[in-house]
């Protein structure tokens, strides 16, 4: 993604490896955007886990690559016990898994690290080749995984959108959250790019405000034209006339194409129902859990009240402060994903093109074959 500091225009990815040698995982922390470009270093598992548990880094891909990540480190970590190294190994893998609960893509990253070792353990090799060959994966799995499947539902997805598109978006499914390009936002990059007109309408994404925060951001930095509404406005946008298509990412798609993704969601996908406009899902296909047969079995995320009660942001003296939004002693509840039922989504844009959710059972059955 393109970020300008002092004046400069550079690249950044949300996470990478910056040491392979020490298993330095660093990146941008999340919870300080807009307002400061911080960085986090992750030299352990135990760190890779805070980090994605409490939102240094957040967004189904970007979880998946940063777990991918943190099963190397688990791999470095466990040959400094050559002689225990599967118990070690296997430890850190499934405190990984706890991290969080909803996005298939933690799973996906850390399944596919555990094979790969296990196959190699099988076979045979010195814990050092091993060390090398977990690195290599986990470094192909970014490339092609998650930035190469981004830029193919960057191309498939711009088919969609016409010169003058609206388009209204949730949550952060850019760059971010997915390690570069985003999901929702491959499709507009691209039709950008392509000299297309886009206006995008980001929903602010009560109550971490991934929206407001992270999407606003990203596309003001892209020089996209950018309203960010709040989440009530969305409807009335739509019942207007003046949103063309909605596109939004997702944490876990069930084999019938009832979609986990940031709560609002739903309500999101009723309303362009009711007002016929086309709702797609731009998601990799290693988003869709072959487990799971329906919406109702995706476990959600149910967070801290404290993310309802509390809102942070920027003083006029530039320092961040966190204020109460809501009277003391009240409760609240902070679940904080939804599931869209399949039957309201028009289509998904996946790296193999864009497939109606009743084709999500068929696709399934080629990919575990
Ligand atoms: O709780 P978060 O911020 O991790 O939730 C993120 C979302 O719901 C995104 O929309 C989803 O992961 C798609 S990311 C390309």
Sequence with gaps: MKIRIDGKTIDM?????????????????????????????????????????????????????????????????????PKKFLREFRRRIELLKKARPTAYNLFHALNTMYSHVIDLLESGESIPSIVSSARELATNYIEEEILEKNRRIGIHGERILDDGSRILTHCN???????????????I?????????????????????????????????????????????????????????????????????????????????L????????????????????????????????????????????????ELSRVRITPQGVKARNPVFDITPSHLITGFITELGIIAPNEIRNLVSKLVQ
């Design 271 to 318: 309303a362009a129902h009711d007002n016929k406009i086309p709702f797609y899902v731009a998601t990799p296909t290693t988003t869709i859990d072959p487990t799971i047969n329906s919406g109702k079995e995706i476990p959600i995320e149910e967070r801290s009240e404290d993310e309802v009660h509390f809102v942070w942001g920027e003083l006029d003296t530039g």
């Design 13 to 81: 990815r949300a996470v990478w490896l910056e040491d392979p040698t020490r298993g330095i995982v660093r990146m941008i922390d999340q919870r300080y955007l807009p307002w400061k470009l911080k960085f986090y270093d992750s030299i352990s598992v135990k760190e890779t886990f805070y980090a994605i548990k409490n939102f240094v880094v957040r967004g189904a891909p970007t979880i998946g690559g940063t777990a991918i990540l943190g099963a190397y480190q688990a791999v470095l970590e466990a040959a400094q016990k």
């Design 173 to 187: 499914a850019g760059a971010l959250a997915a390690i570069d390009i985003g999901t929702a936002t491959a499709p």
């Design 189 to 269: 990059y691209h039709a950008y790019e392509k000299g297309k007109r886009v206006v995008v309408y980001v929903d602010e994404t009560r109550p971490w405000l991934q929206g407001a925060r992270l999407t606003a951001w990203e596309l003001s930095q892209q020089g996209i034209e950018t309203y960010v509404i709040s989440d009530n406005a969305a409807g009335y946008l739509m019942w207007l006339g003046e949103v063309d298509i909605v596109i939004v990412g997702a944490d876990r798609i069930a084999i019938n194409g009832d979609t986990a993704n940031k709560i609002g969601t739903y309500k999101l996908a």
